[in-house]
């Protein structure tokens, strides 16, 4: 905490925007399915469900298109 404090005080830094405001987030029940990655491969792709390892593409995407 040390350091995130004195860059805070360095640098006019806030964890938080200055207007926040509420949201309301929806998340659906989760389907259990018997798929499951090895813990090896849970481990590597950071999660155990096949199901919710989806690529993440960063600035290569462009409109939701692959480049």
Same mark, same amino acid.
Do not use: H, W
């Given at each position: 905490?040390?350091?995130?404090? /004195?860059?805070?005080?360095?640098?006019?830094?806030?964890?938080?925007?200055?207007?926040?405001? $509420?949201?309301?987030?929806?998340?659906?029940?989760?389907?259990?399915?018997?798929?499951?990655?090895?813990? #090896?491969?849970?481990? $590597? #792709?950071?999660? #155990?469900?096949?199901?919710?390892?989806?690529?993440?593409?960063? /600035?290569?995407? /462009?409109?939701?298109?692959?480049?």
């Amino acid at each position: 905490m040390e350091i995130f404090d /004195s860059v805070m005080t360095e640098y006019g830094l806030s964890p938080l925007p200055k207007n926040t405001v $509420e949201t309301m987030a929806y998340v659906p029940f989760q389907q259990f399915n018997s798929k499951l990655y090895s813990p #090896a491969q849970a481990l $590597e #792709a950071g999660t #155990a469900y096949p199901i919710l390892d989806k690529p993440f593409y960063g /600035s290569k995407c /462009s409109g939701g298109r692959n480049d």
